[in-house]
């Protein structure tokens, strides 16, 4: 089951005093996980999004509530079993990841990557980040597949330019991040280098 702190918008908001660095630093300390039944506002997402890092790697934990078969660009059309799906992304350049993660809110037009396609259909439920200048992507991708119930359900998503079998991976059950962080951990053998929750709700839209 995804996690809930029991924290609310208003304690969040308090906590954020205006996007200053003091107020960010603390704010990346808190587990935002508010009640999956109450949707947060387009504002209040962007006000969120806007206190990240500027680089980093981030996982974003997805649900399909019922298999579909989706086309996903040229990759091709595929089912996709009804469950959770963990995509890998990371941003390094202009916008950094208050604007990859913005985007990836959003369930988009026209879609872009991948994961837009699939986004059309699967609904976000959390998003883990990692606000590192080191490269994370490709490690966290492969550590993934080594979790409990992993697999590939589709070769290539979002890997077409590197050497990673796929930077989506499939959960029949909701994954737990303190498994990914204990083999983050083994990994680079850096114990301080972890993803942490960073926004735990629903977003439809």
Known sequence: MPHKSG???AKVCSQLGGIKESSMNRFRKYDISADQNVLPSPSYRALIVAALHPKGTYILILQLENSKRITIGRL???VFQKGWYAYVGSSFGPGGL???IGH????????HWHIDYLRKSADIHNVWVCEQEKR?????AGLLLKMAGASVPVPGFGSSDCKC???LVYFQKYPELSELNSFLAEST???S???SRFIGWCSRN
């Open 7 to 9: 924290i609310y918008h």
């Open 76 to 78: 091709g059309r595929f």
């Open 98 to 100: 208050s604007a990859r």
């Open 104 to 111: 990836h809110l959003k369930k988009s037009a026209t879609p």
């Open 136 to 140: 994370l992507e490709h490690i966290a």
């Open 165 to 167: 079998e796929s930077h």
């Open 189 to 191: 053998n850096q114990p």
């Open 193 to 195: 280098i972890q993803f």
